[in-house]
């Protein structure tokens, strides 16, 4: 007898009203050039109208959005400085017009809103018995298919109803600070695993400590860049150093926003094509403390880079590469608690077979074995996770995802045992959820997946995307699937 599964009525799709103010790059210097001269013409009557209009427009769609137009400016002063004007003569009016001509709005969801996963909230105060507040991340997709990583916060009452706040309007791209402190050793070692040419590295990495700053990277660079001597291949080598420095940031969002307000936005070269496939757990330490991580695949438009995401309170991220020979490829979902003192990591290394990995340090990743293949006909392309494993008494249960005719994605089920979660207790041979008629049609048709669901009053809770196009929430008996997972 098939399980039951209970879906929601919550239908959480794209909204194109959802738009952010970022960077706006009108083409190369001479271009831009143009720009800023036409504007540095017009009389300061006419600049202060027009600036005027233009925030009179735009000052309800976003916060403080002059603070986006001066950073803008101050992007592109350094052209400034290279033309014939006194910088420090141009009013601030003219400045923040500046700004407003190298800004735009993009529509952060207007394509797609998909690949959930859902995890507490730390803020459990004010609740009823047996309700629990939760925070939904959602993989929102716009123009150009760039992807970002967003929020909902809910509440799951004693029940098992779900209901989300409202979103807010007023979305905000946080603060970006890059202050993170380089060891050497590790950052030699991840340009290898990225197959950067070791020989020709050493022009830059002669020249640094065994730690350093991302400030005293550039500085080094740029003294090398002065070199009239290096080859394109060196040269090639250098961007590739900027490249992976530049995927280490940490970002901080306002304390006045709601949390569906708040938009982590590709900001390395590593992720301009998207942030893909967020997994978010809830961390749990030896000591009992709570740090929420999140696993996704950055993606430039030709290679991805799988990165973590750290935070406590989803105001203040922290961002950075996976490493080691085993952190390489799409998919990565973490135990939410260490296995045996070690770190414990589902991924899939070869595209194919779901694996699991150990390791001492939660950023360096070397050790793999095959955990699962496809053996069923709906997996038989391939296999994944759906999110981080979750702790029952009957073992580790493991949502997975399988891939079969028509490239039709369906979710399914695996037990791992508790101690030794190389073990596999029991797998679904049908899935859990297939796409149905109502969930087939969208961006790509006949897929299903999620990013990760949570146990509540002793059901799975799970959310799950719909042909890549919206969201929605499924209930599933703990009873009934592990006694499936265990006869």
């Known amino acids: 007898m098939p399980l039951q599964v209970r879906r929601s009525n919550i239908k959480l799709t794209p909204k194109a009203n959802r738009v952010i103010a970022r960077y706006f790059d009108p083409g190369d210097d001479i271009r831009k050039k143009g720009i800023i001269e036409r504007i540095l013409d017009l009389p300061d009557d006419e600049a202060r109208l027009t600036l005027n209009h233009t925030l009179t427009d735009y000052s309800l769609r976003h916060r403080n959005i002059s603070k986006i137009f001066n950073n803008n400016f101050l992007d592109v002063k350094e052209l400034v400085a290279g033309m014939d004007v006194d910088s420090s003569k141009i009013t601030r009016e003219k400045q923040l017009l500046i700004g407003s001509y190298f800004t735009m709005e993009y529509s952060i969801e207007s394509a797609a809103f998909f690949n959930p996963s859902i995890v507490e909230d730390p803020d459990q105060t004010g609740l009823e018995d047996g309700e629990k507040r939760v925070i939904a991340s959602f993989r929102a997709t716009g123009e150009g298919h760039i992807s970002s ?87 090639k080598v250098i961007k590739d150093c900027n490249w992976l420095a530049n995927s280490y940031y940490e ?55 799988p990165k973590l995401i750290e935070t406590q309170d989803f105001y203040h991220f922290k961002v950075m590469p996976l490493n080691g020979e085993y952190a390489q490829n799409k998919g990565m979902a973490l135990f939410p608690q260490k296995i045996n003192n070690h770190y414990a990591m589902i991924a899939r290394l070869d595209g194919v077979n779901n694996y699991i990995m150990y390791s001492d340090d939660i950023h360096y990743w070397h050790e793999a074995e095959l955990l699962e293949k496809p053996i069923q006909p709906w997996q038989f392309i391939q296999i994944g996770n759906c999110g981080s494993p979750l702790k029952t008494e009957a073992g580790w249960l493991l949502l997975t995802h399988g ?20 073990k596999v207790i029991g797998s679904l041979h049908e899935p859990l959820m297939k796409p149905n008629d109502d969930e087939r049609e969208g961006y790509v048709p006949n897929v299903l997946y999620s990013c990760g669901a949570i146990i509540h009053n002793n059901e799975l809770v799970i959310p799950y995307a719909m042909a890549d196009y919206a969201s929605s929430f499924a209930f599933v008996s703990l009873d009934d699937l592990l006694e499936k997972l265990t006869s």
């Open 403 to 422: 891939v079969g005719t028509m490239r039709a994605y369906s979710i399914g089920a695996t037990l791992l045992d508790l101690d030794d979660p190389s």
């Open 251 to 305: 970002i901080t969002f306002s304390l006045d926003t709601a949390i569906s307000e708040r938009v982590i936005f590709p900001i390395a070269d590593t992720e301009r094509n998207g942030i893909e496939d967020a997994r978010f757990v809830k961390f749990t330490d030896d000591k009992g403390l709570a740090t929420y991580y999140a696993t996704y695949t950055a993606y430039n438009g030709y290679a991805i880079l």
């Open 149 to 235: 990583v967003v929020f909902r916060s809910g509440v799951i009452d004693k029940n098992n109803g779900l209901q989300f706040k409202p979103s807010g309007d007023l979305l905000e791209i946080p603060e970006t600070v890059k202050k993170h402190i380089y060891q050497k050793e590790d950052f030699v070692q991840k340009l290898a695993e990225m197959d950067v040419q070791m020989d020709l590295l050493r022009v830059v990495t002669d020249r640094l400590e065994s730690s350093f700053t991302y400030e005293e990277l550039q500085e080094h660079i740029n003294a090398v860049l002065k070199k009239e001597d290096l080859s394109t291949i060196q040269k």
